[in-house]
């Protein structure tokens, strides 16, 4: 298998070393960032052990030491980080310490922002250079940036007006929500909507995007634009 990073030009890791060997069958170890239940992990996971993603989850990252979603790996034995670091302790790793465990010790070749409610660091998006995605439950650019995650967003587009919505699958750089988006999805928004009933379901088409773009990812089946927009070309 290659992967995306083909495309960025980054070194090969875990999944093309083993192509490299004849192993057809060579799975993307994948990273994943959660903050909270982690509903969309789980469907990443579900994708995988369906075969239809070619990947795996290898290692989970969290803020939040006891959020649904890192007990969820931890049930599963998959090893579980606390980034970032609390301030004036030794819980949890610097921005240094991650980039090195992700890229040494797990062999991560994708990171996924799965519901991730800090800042990503600069060296994280160094060195995941078009092969860190985000998924908003927006249709980005509107209703994204400094204080648009969970509740907020929804909250917002109701308010609005707009009759649709939808999540969003981005590349992540250095500026929040600013990445080059790869994917969307459409879903109305009716006119007896509260903000509940359009995240829940928002909830039900991020379940069917993010893994339908892990799997792209994983096939190396991203392309690029001449302008540098990506997008994704189906499976045979
Ligand atoms: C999702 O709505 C995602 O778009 C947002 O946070 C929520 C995470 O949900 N960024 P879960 O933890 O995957 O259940």
């Not at 989850?57 to 030491?65: E, L, S």
């Not at 994204?144 to 649709?164: C, D, I, P, Q, T």
Request: proline share 5%; with cysteine.
């Amino acid at each position: 298998m290659t992967t995306a990073r083909a495309h960025a030009g980054r070194p090969s890791t875990s999944a093309t070393a083993a192509t490299a060997g004849g192993d057809a069958d060579a799975r993307a170890t994948l990273a994943v960032f959660v903050s909270g239940g982690g509903s969309n992990m789980r469907a990443i996971d579900a994708a995988c052990e369906s075969g239809a993603v070619r990947g795996r989850v290898g290692v989970v990252v969290t803020n939040a030491a006891d959020c649904g979603g890192a007990e969820w790996a931890r049930a599963r034995g998959i090893p579980v980080l606390i980034y970032p670091r609390k301030k004036g302790t030794t819980d949890g790793l610097t921005a240094e310490e991650l980039v090195e465990s992700l890229t040494r010790e797990h062999g991560a070749d994708f990171v996924l922002l799965a519901g991730y409610l800090r800042l990503i660091p600069p060296e994280l998006c160094r060195a995941y250079e078009n092969r860190m995605v985000n998924i908003h439950p927006a249709l980005l650019p509107s209703f994204g940036g400094k204080g648009m995650h969970g509740e907020n967003v929804h909250k917002a587009v109701v308010a609005s007006g707009v009759r649709y919505t939808g999540p969003t699958i981005h590349f992540v750089n250095e500026e929040f929500d600013k990445g080059k988006i790869i994917a969307q999805s459409v879903v109305p928004v009716l006119d007896d909507d509260d903000y509940k009933a359009v995240a829940a379901r928002v909830l039900e088409q991020e379940h069917l995007l993010f893994p339908r773009v892990v799997a792209a990812m994983c096939d190396d089946r991203v392309r690029f634009r001449p302008d540098g927009v990506p997008y994704i070309v189906d499976s045979d």
